[in-house]
């Protein structure tokens, strides 16, 4: 990673559930995360990029009390790990464990901006050559408030546009149905 002022990194940004792990809904539990075909792959491209991989998730499973923030570290320590002995570094993991409803409302919570902000100017990450890839739309939201120049929808879904990606017209941002099919975007 590179420091001072005029020295920018360019960063990968995961949305967790639903990229890195299938979203079986409030996943807390190392037993219950099934990693999706392909984030290993893509990790590992953005890395040989020169790209910081940073995690940003929305855990309103906190607020909601379903697991408690230890439970939630816990987790994202065995995650960091799983992609490390892979040789893939995560600089960091960033959640927001609020919800309007169960707690406050917030500036963390995507679509809002709070969690790349704080990334952003803690490892000085140039938004403008990064990524971030998410399966919903607030994420997406998220990534064209923050002015992240590449911002990728994870839609398995997609299935007329088998495996190719897709930049919709009128949507400002790619589609891709799965992960595989994005790796020619990370350069
Ligand atoms: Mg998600
Ligand atoms: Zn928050």
């Known amino acids: 990673m590179k420091r001072g002022p005029n020295n920018t990194n360019k960063a ?18 190392k037993e219950d995360f099934d990693f999706i075909d392909g984030i290993f792959e ?16 929305n855990q309103s499973g906190i607020a909601r009390k379903y697991y408690s923030e230890q439970d939630f570290y816990a ?11 892979k040789g893939i570094k995560i600089q960091q993991t960033l ?16 679509p809002r901006i709070g969690m790349i902000t704080k990334a952003a100017k803690r490892f000085n990450i140039n938004l403008k050559q990064s990524i971030l890839v998410g399966d919903s739309l607030s994420d997406m939201r998220c990534a064209q408030t923050a ?9 398995p ?21 799965d992960l595989h099919s994005m790796l020619k975007l990370i350069q």
């Not at 990968?12 to 539990?29: A, E, P, Q, T, W």
């Not at 987790?75 to 002995?85: H, T």
Request: aromatic residues 12%.
């Open 12 to 29: 990968l940004f995961l949305d967790r559930d639903g990229v890195i792990n299938v979203n079986h809904g409030y996943v807390s539990k």
């Open 42 to 57: 893509l990790a590992l491209k953005a890395r040989k990029a020169s790209f910081i991989i940073v995690i940003v998730t």
């Open 75 to 85: 987790l994202s320590r065995w995650l960091e790990n799983q992609f490390w002995k």
């Open 95 to 110: 959640h927001c464990p609020h919800h309007p409803k169960f707690s406050h409302r917030c500036i963390c919570r995507k």
């Open 147 to 155: 002015k992240i120049k590449t911002r990728i929808y994870l839609n």
């Open 157 to 177: 879904h997609l299935a007329r546009f088998k495996g190719t990606l897709h930049k919709a017209e009128h949507k400002p941002y790619y589609q891709a149905k």
